[in-house]
């Protein structure tokens, strides 16, 4: 079992930047690769930002690539997600994720641990 605590989540205005961070505890942080998904009122939870367990390769949704920075701190057992430029659109409850066996996965039912999430609320 990995439990996974998010934190770093609140409300700023268009433009502005945030920093989240998910905490994970039990088994060995550094045998899973990690996501980063996102769920907005009304709508599907989807893929945010993913990076590898092992060389730290990454991948990002095109809405956010160029504006987010998906990072690892094995030695904390956290992982990170830089937010900037936000927009209105990036509201949204923002929820880590581990994967044990796929590398950068895109796919939320590849997941096999999941935080409960943290609110961001981006003003215009």
Do not use: H
Not at 89 to 118: F, K
Request: hydrophobic share 35%; aromatic share 12%; charged share 20%.
């Amino acid at each position: 079992q990995v439990q996974l605590v998010e934190s770093g989540g609140g409300l700023v205005q268009a433009g502005g930047s945030l920093r989240l961070s998910c905490a994970a505890s039990g088994r060995t942080f550094s045998n899973y690769a990690m996501g980063w998904f996102r769920q907005a009122p009304g709508k599907e939870r989807e893929f945010v930002a993913a990076i590898t367990r092992g060389d730290g390769s990454t991948a990002y949704a095109d809405s956010v690539k160029d504006r987010f920075v998906i990072s690892r701190g094995n030695a904390k057992n956290t992982v990170y997600l830089q937010m900037n430029v936000l927009k209105p659109e990036d509201t949204a409850v923002y929820y880590c994720a581990a994967d044990t066996n796929y590398p950068l996965s895109r796919y939320r039912s590849d997941y096999d641990y999941w935080g409960q999430g943290t609110q961001v609320t981006v003003s215009s």
